[in-house]
């Protein structure tokens, strides 16, 4: 790769391109041939019913699907022979792409959402010989198609020979079109052959090799973005195991993470939203000890923004990982050029993630308005030839996009691509710009704001419209569409929305600004900036007064309460997104949500002293159904209610046949859900929960008070429950950290158990560890442990024990925990007391200046100070200076707070804080809490 003269082209490494004019089936037979056996598709539906297909498997019945699917070629009309697709992720998507290619045909995604209009024209214009469907399906947005079933197909295809079918097709043969662009109005279809889609994979496989130990990748992605190819035929090709990710695993984290800890996964491709909401989860649980498999992370769709790659290392601080940035759209087979990040320091003084350079084969040239090459350092549009380059759009749309290359030496770059977007190349890396027109990317689609225009234009009673995206490329950008009324007429912003919904797909709907003109410039052009400036102005004398967007009508005079908090922190986490009234029969997604802002608001009702799980809130169909799962955290009302039926259940006394799967349990469920650990020491390993299990697995199967619930259908063990006599406890040395915590505990344990509790054996039952198997439904979970709960109470009365001492740290356990036998229900303390002020926004997730950055890492033990750094930083009354002097400021009040306690001194010389000195002060209990653990993040705690 170099320079010209130092004028602004970058030239990607140049490699033998597909000399043998190869075809993606015909790899897909070199993988048979090697991996036989191998399990080439692996799916595991909603029930758990699993779907696999070795590769000779897949081979044979794609053989037979292909040669179905010739038999439909004398309907064919055109040049292309296309086959639309419109089925769910499954093991038989994948299939049927296959069985396409293997018939000399192109694939044709569609998607069964999208607005029957977008669906009308893409037929019309690309004219598929059939549109194949899975047999649930509505037909009703096919008009005018010929409609075959999957069902219909596999059984046509039952008679016909497994052997291949010869092909004489060459590599400049279509293999799929994608439609892109225009989602609104006329969207495109990019025509992208098999060599086009193979330049992009052969760099892949040389730039990022499957590990020898990568034996699985996932398929997650919608079939109608570009990013679905390398995704399905990067792993096929190269004889990996494609597992599919079901569409309601891949949006919601408490999912995903798990998913892909199962698969152990190595490499992911996500958008950076979604890369956003995964740090946000792992910051949620404290736990990033998790995915310690997936090295590549794989940023591409949307600009990747400084603050969202720092936040990634330090979520992932010292470890093996390399964030990618990748950049391209449909037209350049999905990515054409890279960045790669693997370190934290790279960062540094950098404002943008660059985009990087070339991959092979291609060039990149930035230009001016005349064509003509800028020098290095300035803007230009820009443009792409090479390997990488559509064949074009579908019947020959947008010639001015693909032109011919007035740079061209080498006739294998005789074509160009405008991108349309502005970019700069410094220190030989590419720098993004930004738009040269007026298309954004909102959760990784292209979105042209004239189409919009056009859209809500065609309103009746609608005078003007200018539509406009307020801060594009940030996570926080909002599309809003300013508008005027006629005179003399009526239309309410509610009315225009409702007209939209029925015509725009949900993540191109724009809020409806109504105004009373529309600014000009002296020029006569639209003053864009005094626009912004007015829903800038309206949103900030707002964002504090989220009421007015919340309609109570219809809920429940028992549920109001609830409703009070629910609807504002709905409104203020979606703020610019919500566009219509939030109301009982509100669904969350339909107001604006999604994955991530969901997270945000489980978390913000959490902070105001209710419970729901990700889970719950995500699968809920509306606001009521919400409502209905809700619960106060320190609640005194009955137990939850199941959200399942109720199952039948066998306990078993702890035995040795128990202790491989109960060694499992315990680890996983600490490792990957326990509150406490996780807050106070993130860097324990599942190692010190087996250890610990290993010193102590003896003693508790010979005290026979701990034991295993098992699924009376399935025989599977579930939870363990651990016990001792509290005052016949081994005593052993655990040298990991998770002394520390057992430390912890013994402070707050000890003044209740010596001067509340009985003192002889016999008499109380400690509970000290209890876990479920983490495969369990968030509703399932609740039902075990509250099952687990009473038959601790029922074992204690069987072995005529009086009481159940134990500490709580997790709120459902806290639930269902109580004393008997005359033993009052006396709480530690609360949750909320106790451990809530370890802060739920990190640090990391602060975006100010890397030198401020390091005053806020104190932040993470309390909430109440990072939400003030927060504000400070976020203040644009304040210069950067200012925040770092206010910042330093708090920090040394905090600090000057702690060295007044630190009373023990070291044998270095070190004055540190002991637990006896809080116990002298007699400080309120979440002071004292806020205090011990501000000590312990600062290293000056001592037990």
């Known amino acids: 790769m170099g320079t010209l003269q130092q004028q602004s082209i970058l030239q990607g490494r140049h490699t033998e391109r597909n000399q043998k004019k190869d075809l993606v089936h015909e790899l897909f037979s070199h993988a048979v041939k090697s991996h036989p056996n191998q399990i080439a598709i692996y799916y595991e539906d909603d029930i758990g019913q699993e779907y696999k297909l070795s590769f000779k498997e897949l081979d044979n019945i794609t053989n037979q699907l292909a040669r179905a699917l010739q038999k439909y070629k004398k309907f064919e009309t055109t040049s292309q022979s296309l ?93 799929i079109v994608l439609y892109t662009s225009g989602s609104t109005g006329v969207p495109k279809g990019v025509l992208i052959p098999h060599a086009t889609l193979l330049n992009r994979l052969q760099w892949q496989w040389r730039e990022f090799p499957y590990a020898d130990d990568e034996e699985r990748c996932v398929f997650k992605t919608s079939l109608t973005f570009v990013d679905s190819v390398p995704e399905i035929w990067g792993p096929l090709l190269q004889s990996r195991t494609l597992v599919i990710v079901p569409k309601n695993v891949t949006k919601d984290p408490e999912k995903f993470i798990p998913f892909l800890e199962k698969h152990q996964i190595q490499r992911l491709v996500l958008v950076p939203s979604l ?34 790659a720092d936040q990634f290392f330090a979520t992932f601080d010292s470890k093996d990982k390399i964030l990618a ?38 060039i990149i040239y930035l230009v001016n308005k005349d064509m003509r090459l800028v020098p290095q350092g300035e803007v230009g549009e820009l443009i792409v030839a090479g390997s990488n380059l559509a064949a074009g759009y579908i019947r020959e749309r947008d010639t001015h996009k693909f032109l011919d290359n007035p740079y061209a030496i080498d006739p294998e770059y005789s074509r160009i691509f405008r991108t349309g977007d502005y970019a700069k190349i410094v220190k030989d890396l590419i720098i993004y710009e930004g738009r040269v027109d007026s298309q954004i990317k909102i959760r990784g689609h292209r979105v042209d704001l004239t189409e ?51 015509t725009l797909p949900p993540y191109m709907l724009p809020q ?40 109570y009508s219809g809920v429940p005079s028992q549920d109001l309460a609830k409703a009070h908090i629910l609807f504002p922190t709905i409104a203020s986490v979606i703020g610019r997104s919500s566009r219509v009234l939030i109301t009982l029969h509100s669904n969350f997604y339909e107001l604006g949500g999604n994955s991530l802002n969901s997270i945000y608001t489980v978390t913000k009702l959490r902070d105001q002293g209710y419970q729901i799980g990700i889970t719950d809130f995500i699968t809920a169909k509306n606001l009521a159904d919400v409502l209905n799962r809700m619960k106060l955290m320190s609640s005194d009302e009955e137990p939850l209610k199941e959200a399942i039926d109720q199952k039948p ?120 560890m209890m876990g479920t198997n983490i495969d369990l439904s968030p509703a399932e979970n609740v039902l075990v442990m509250k099952h687990m709960e009473e038959y601790c109470l029922q074992l204690a009365k069987q072995k005529e024990y009086i009481g159940i001492f134990t500490t709580n740290t997790s709120p459902l356990t806290q639930k269902y925990s109580h004393y008997v036998a005359g033993c009052s229900n006396s709480s530690i303390s609360s949750r909320i007391d106790l451990y809530d002020l370890l802060v739920n926004i990190p640090a990391r997730e602060i975006t100010v200046a890397p030198h401020a950055k390091e005053s806020l890492t104190m932040t993470k033990t309390h909430k109440e100070i990072a939400l003030f750094m927060v504000q400070l930083c976020e203040n644009q009354n304040y210069t950067e200076a200012q925040v770092i002097s206010e910042i330093s400021d708090k920090t040394q009040d905090l600090l000057n707070q702690l060295t007044s306690l630190a009373t023990v001194q070291t044998p270095d010389g070190k004055r540190m804080i002991s637990v006896e000195i809080f116990k002298e002060k007699n400080l309120a209990p979440a002071v004292e809490s806020f205090l011990i653990n501000l000590a312990i993040a600062e290293n000056l705690f001592v037990l």
């Open 83 to 175: 086959i639309a697709v419109c089925m769910k992720p499954s093991h038989r998507l994948p299939t049927v792409l296959l069985s396409i290619l293997k018939a000399g045909m192109a694939y044709l995604p569609l998607d069964a959402e999208f607005p029957m209009s977008r669906v009308k024209h893409i037929l019309e214009e690309a004219q598929p010989l059939i549109v194949l469907i899975e047999e649930e399906a509505d037909l009703s947005i096919y008009e005018g198609a010929l409609i075959v079933t999957y069902e219909e197909l596999l059984k046509d295809s039952r008679q016909e020979q497994e052997n291949a079918i010869q092909t004489k097709e060459g590599s400049n043969q279509l293999a």
């Open 275 to 308: 890369l956003r909401s995964l740090l946000m989860y792992l910051d949620l649980r404290d736990n990033n000890n998790v995915l310690g498999r997936l090295k590549l992370w794989i940023c591409s769709g949307e600009t990747l923004p400084v603050a969202l």
């Open 325 to 362: 940035n990748f950049y391209g759209s449909t037209e350049v087979m999905g990515d054409v050029t890279y960045y790669l990040l693997n370190k934290r320091a790279q960062l540094q003084g950098m404002k943008k993630v660059p985009i990087g350079k070339p991959i092979d084969n291609c």
């Open 452 to 502: 919009v225009e056009k859209v809500v234009a065609r309103i009746s009673n609608i005078d003007k419209v200018v539509v406009l995206c307020h801060k594009p490329g940030e996570l926080s950008q909002a599309l809003v569409a300013f508008v005027t009324i006629m005179d003399g007429t009526n239309l309410s912003s509610s009315e225009i929305e409702d007209f939209l919904q029925r």
């Open 512 to 551: 409806i600004f109504i105004i009373d003109h529309i600014p000009l410039l002296t020029n006569g052009k639209t003053d864009r900036q005094t626009l912004l400036k007015k829903y800038e102005s309206s949103y900030s004398n707002n964002e504090d007064d989220f009421s007015t967007n919340c309609d």
């Open 649 to 768: 259940y066998v306990f078993e006394s702890l035995s040795d046949c128990h202790k491989e799967v109960a060694i499992e349990i315990i680890t996983e469920s600490f490792y990957l859900k326990a509150d406490l650990e996780q807050w106070l020491i993130p860097d324990i390993t599942r190692g010190d929960y087996r250890e610990l299990m290993e010193i102590m697995w003896e003693f508790y199967v010979q005290k026979d008070l701990s034991f295993v619930i098992k699924s009376a259908q399935s025989g599977k063990i579930i939870g363990v429950a651990l016990n001792f006599d509290l005052w016949d406890e081994p005593a052993v040395v655990v040298k990991s950290k998770l002394m520390i915590i057992f430390d912890f505990l013994e402070y707050v344990e000890g003044p209740i158990r010596d001067c509340k509790l009985p003192k002889n054996k016999g008499q109380i039952i400690h509970i000290s």
